[in-house]
Nanobody
Framework: QVQLVESGGGLVQPGGSLRLSCAASGFTFSSYPMSWYRQAPGKERELVASITSGGDSTYYSASVKGRFTMSRDNAKNTVYLQMNSLKPEDTAVYYC????????WGQGTQVTVSS
């Protein structure tokens, strides 16, 4: 069965950096685009970034473009989200996502940006 396990969240000061990881299993990872979403308290879940199956192309939401970088290592079945210049408005639970016949989400990892 498909499993997505996020890690790397935590508390960071504004302007700081974090690197999230998502370890995937249960499917042919290298064949599927992957995405990161986030959900802040009281808000809807939103798409943050996506990457093609081969990792050659990425998409970023306007709110994170230029600050976040998504990458993947198909040999390790893992995607990453490098988050730099973090702002308080980046505070949210971050989720790894893949569509394989249906939507699959990880359990999420909390990112809190606060001084």
């Amino acid at each position: 069965q498909v499993q997505l396990v996020e890690s790397g969240g935590g508390l960071v000061q504004p302007g700081g950096s974090l690197r999230l990881s998502c370890a995937a299993s249960g499917f042919t990872f290298s064949s599927y685009p992957m995405s990161w979403y986030r959900q802040a308290p009281g808000k809807e879940r939103e798409l943050v970034a996506s990457i093609t199956s081969g990792g050659d192309s990425t998409y970023y939401s306007a709110s994170v473009k230029g600050r976040f970088t998504m990458s993947r290592d198909n040999a390790k079945n893992t995607v990453y989200l490098q988050m730099n210049s973090l702002k308080p408005e980046d505070t949210a639970v971050y989720y790894c996502y893949v569509y394989r016949l249906r939507n699959y989400w990880g359990q999420g990892t909390q990112v809190t940006v606060s001084s």
